[in-house]
């Protein structure tokens, strides 16, 4: 999956980021994470990350 992020990697974007499973199946947990923060360790080896909703606002 390319747009699995890992663990560690610096957020691309502000907003809630959805945990999914080695083979890309969602975990039904969340976690939110500013931009440029890294990603915290996830529960189980091998997930990462996937933007679910991203941050709305103004500049």
């Known amino acids: 999956m390319a747009d699995k992020l890992k663990p560690g990697t610096p957020t691309p974007t ?3 980021y959805g945990v999914v499973g080695p083979r ?6 969340e976690v939110t994470s500013v931009q440029g923060k890294p990603l915290p ?19």
């Open 14 to 16: 502000s907003g809630q």
């Open 41 to 59: 360790p996830t529960q189980n080896p091998g997930e990462g990350y996937k933007l679910v909703d991203p941050t709305k606002h103004k500049k």
């Open 24 to 29: 890309g199946g969602d975990k039904g947990r």
